[in-house]
């Protein structure tokens, strides 16, 4: 990485991050479930609406968890998008289910809800649409054939935390709904998530089986008068050491989301005559969602196109990456069945999709250093 002048991603310091991991050390409480866990949990509450939060270790637990919360036995299947991160499938291919992929729609790259229906077997128990960059899935219609087919609506939010659909944010449409605070996330903690639970019915279960099926939280509150293995389990929660950095980005959030902001759309000014130039496609946000500057992606005209743009950017010491290669192409995603042509827009996108540069302190002179670098780029 250090050879780049420009990396692709820094994490963000806000400024109390070590006062306050100073703060859980002094409390004497460095394991889980301290005062930093307590106050992410409130403000995740408060903030989201959301009935319960609880922190995981990463967002691959909190989807984790969620498949356990499902109780799924060998065979259920599980709809969820190709473009997309490797443990959006795997915490279910964990519990013996079957990934089913769906394509995605051209234009927000999220799953394509037209073809939901056609997916859907006497064995599907879940749907899992992911925010990609942040920008809402059509949640109206994969609510509507969940709703009528019995399935349950797992959101993979790890992309969309302050992003809304149709006014509501993002988070709040599924069963669950799963964070990331992974270093690349607009709020982290290194690594982290969280398990947002928004069907009350699985509170009292995921206390259990984040504390290795046990139930110490109610004993923690005094409801019992000594904690037992009482349910699967494994270990989930986060050492309020990470809970009291996530903490302090969590107290400045607007401040991360403004520069973000800045950021986002000075990309979006300054890049349309050049795209359109050279058969480019910048990202589309439709009418009905706020997105929370999560990503910038470029999609070329082709794979050879977008590799020569890569190396382009990297001989002016800047770095932008590629992102997801399609799942049901992958080795694993080809055991169950995945073969080339069955999500021919995922094909396409992901040999063709580039993320630029964007972190909180990006500067101005940074941004301005690699605009010029991207406008000197001849596609043909
Ligand atoms: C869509 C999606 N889901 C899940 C994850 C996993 O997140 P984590 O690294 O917090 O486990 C990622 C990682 O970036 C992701 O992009």
Redesign the pocket.
């Known amino acids: 990485m250090a050879e780049y002048t420009i990396q692709f991603n820094k994490p963000a310091m806000l400024g109390n991050e070590i006062a306050y991991i100073q703060q859980a050390i002094t409390n004497g409480h460095i394991s889980g479930d301290g005062e930093f866990t307590r106050k992410c949990h409130a403000w995740f509450e408060s903030e989201l609406g959301v009935a319960k939060a609880l922190l995981t270790t990463?967002?691959?637990?909190?989807?984790e968890m969620a498949a356990l919360l499902l109780d799924l036995q060998p065979g259920d299947e599980i709809i969820l998008p190709s473009f997309?991160?490797?443990?959006?499938a795997n915490a279910f291919v964990l519990r013996g289910a079957r990934p089913v992929f769906a394509d995605i729609r051209p234009d927000t790259l999220n799953l394509d809800e037209s073809q939901l229906e056609r997916l859907v077997t006497p064995r599907t128990r879940a749907v899992v649409p992911?925010?990609?960059a942040g920008v809402g899935c059509e949640m109206d219609a994969i609510l509507e054939i969940a709703g009528r087919r019995r399935i349950v609506v797992i959101e993979?939010n790890?992309?969309g935390l302050f992003g809304e659909y149709r006014g509501k944010k993002l988070g709040t449409f599924g069963s669950l709904a799963?964070?990331?605070?992974?270093e690349?996330?607009n709020l982290t903690c290194g690594?982290?998530?969280a398990l947002l639970i928004n069907d009350p019915q699985y509170i009292g279960r995921a206390e259990i089986l984040r504390e290795k099926g046990t139930d110490r939280s109610r004993f923690f509150r005094g409801q019992v008068d000594k904690y037992t293995w009482v349910d699967v389990g494994s270990s989930y929660l986060p050492s309020d050491i990470l809970a009291a950095f996530l903490y302090a980005q969590l107290e400045h959030w607007q401040e991360i989301q403004q520069k973000r902001r800045q950021i986002w759309e000075f990309y979006a000014a300054n890049l349309g005559d050049w795209a359109e130039a050279n058969g480019v496609r910048l990202p589309v946000v439709p009418v009905h969602c706020q997105h929370p500057y999560h990503l910038f992606y470029l999609l070329f005209p082709s794979l050879d196109n977008r590799q020569a743009f890569i190396q382009h950017l990297c001989r002016k010491g800047i770095l932008a990456v590629f992102h997801?290669l399609p799942l049901h192409l992958s080795e694993m995603g080809r055991r169950y069945g995945g073969q080339a042509g069955d999500c021919p827009v995922t094909e396409q996108v992901s040999d063709r999709l580039v993320r630029l540069p964007f972190y909180y302190s990006l500067s101005p002179t940074d941004l301005e250093m690699v605009l010029e670098a991207i406008v000197q780029f001849k596609g043909s």
């Open positions: 990463s967002c691959t637990h909190a989807l997309t991160f490797v443990s959006t992911v925010h990609y993979d790890a992309h799963t964070q990331s605070f992974h690349t996330k690594e982290g998530g997801y």
